[in-house]
């Protein structure tokens, strides 16, 4: 494990995102929900807001989604051992860029690289 990170800093720090990310999935899941709107009742904009805003929750939840597994994937690597080493290159991945986001998975040079993925 490498000498210049905290890792049980960085576990918690993983952590406390998670359980975050975790306690909001029921509001997710809920505003996600197909809508059912009355026809006779609800103009034709409230339901497209209706959409709309199911899309959205959609949107959010697939994200949030996506960062759990990234979450889940950087714990992995912490039990490991192997966290913190860019998964292109192999080299270390800058501690500030690992403070700011835990769950990075490339150096900033192969993040940039890959037109700013993680």
């Not at 975790?22 to 009355?38: F, I, M, N, P, Y």
């Not at 697939?62 to 889940?72: K, N, P, S, T, V």
Request: include cysteine; glycine fraction near 6%.
């Amino acid at each position: 494990m490498r000498e210049d990170i905290d890792p049980e800093a960085l576990r918690a720090a993983l952590l406390r995102r998670r359980e975050t990310l975790a306690a909001g999935s029921d509001g997710r899941a809920e505003a996600a929900a197909t809508v059912e709107l009355d026809q006779q009742r609800t103009g034709r904009l409230t339901r497209m807001d209706a959409l709309q805003s199911q899309a959205m929750a959609q949107a959010t939840r697939q994200r949030a989604e996506r960062e759990l597994l990234r979450i889940d994937s950087a714990l992995r690597r912490l039990d490991a051992g192997d966290f913190g080493d860019c998964l292109r290159c192999a080299e270390p991945i800058a501690p500030g860029r690992l403070q700011a986001d835990p769950a990075a998975t490339l150096c900033i040079d192969c993040a940039e690289q890959s037109g700013g993925q993680r």
